[in-house]
């Protein structure tokens, strides 16, 4: 399995750019979710689906869109680009949709996004 | 609002001693507690889970504890060596998805 993987590993945008980043998972995994890392703020998450066509807002969702219509994907959108959303962009999944058991969550290397 | 602290952001031992990290949680309604390990420009790597009904789990040198009445937990990394240098990080899981709190930055001198 190659787990969760992410692309690209780095990229840097101008101001209202869009982009989408991409996520995906082999393990058949229902639960997956965006987290974005910044210093000194730790991970926070932006958005997560608990299946197929099913998606929820997180913490910090505002300027970024998603969709989940296969169980594989979870792309991230960004609709027009801001020096704030300078940040590393991690995607993960679980095989727990309601997050209650001993499975833990599967974490991607990461995406560095310059936003200038 | 779930709110994640870990004490002390960073931490410089030399190899071989016992430490402690420590992460204090909240809202005590939880389902599990995680503790993650994260290598400079890496994604993040699960230690130890703990659920909400457990006290504690352990991994090879790693325990984690929970409490969750008091809203706290810690890890215990014994035997220290220069390879656990990373950034520690907490989560917690309940009505909302993982909250993780900021890490603990742990350096282990040989």
């Known amino acids: 399995n190659a787990g969760v993987t992410q692309t690209p590993k780095f990229q840097v945008l101008k101001t209202g750019q869009s982009m989408t980043l991409q996520c995906a998972q082999d393990m058949n995994h229902e639960y997956m979710s965006w987290y974005r890392q910044d210093p000194g703020m730790g991970l926070r998450l932006i958005h997560y689906?608990?299946?197929?066509?099913?998606?929820d807002q997180g913490e910090v969702p505002n300027g970024y869109n998603v969709s989940r219509s296969t169980t594989e994907d979870f792309p991230l959108r960004l609709l027009s680009a801001a020096p704030s959303q300078t940040s590393v962009y991690f995607c993960a999944s679980s095989s727990d949709p309601l997050r209650r058991t001993q499975e833990t969550q599967y974490f991607g290397p990461g995406t560095r996004l310059l936003v200038l | 609002k779930q709110e994640v602290t870990q004490i002390p952001a960073a931490l410089s031992v030399p190899e071989g001693e016992n430490l402690v990290l420590n992460c204090s949680f909240t809202?005590?309604?939880?389902?599990?507690l995680q503790w993650f390990r994260q290598d400079p420009g890496k994604g993040l790597t699960s230690l130890l889970l703990i659920q909400s009904s457990q006290r504690e789990q352990t991994s090879g040198r790693l325990n984690a504890s929970l409490d969750k009445s008091s809203g706290r937990s810690t890890l215990y990394i014994a035997a220290s060596q220069p390879g656990d240098s990373a950034t520690y990080l907490c989560a917690v899981e309940g009505n909302t998805p993982l909250v993780f709190g900021k890490g603990t930055r742990l350096s282990v001198i040989a």
């Open positions: 689906s608990v299946g197929a066509g099913i998606t």
């Open positions: 809202d005590s309604a939880i389902y599990n």
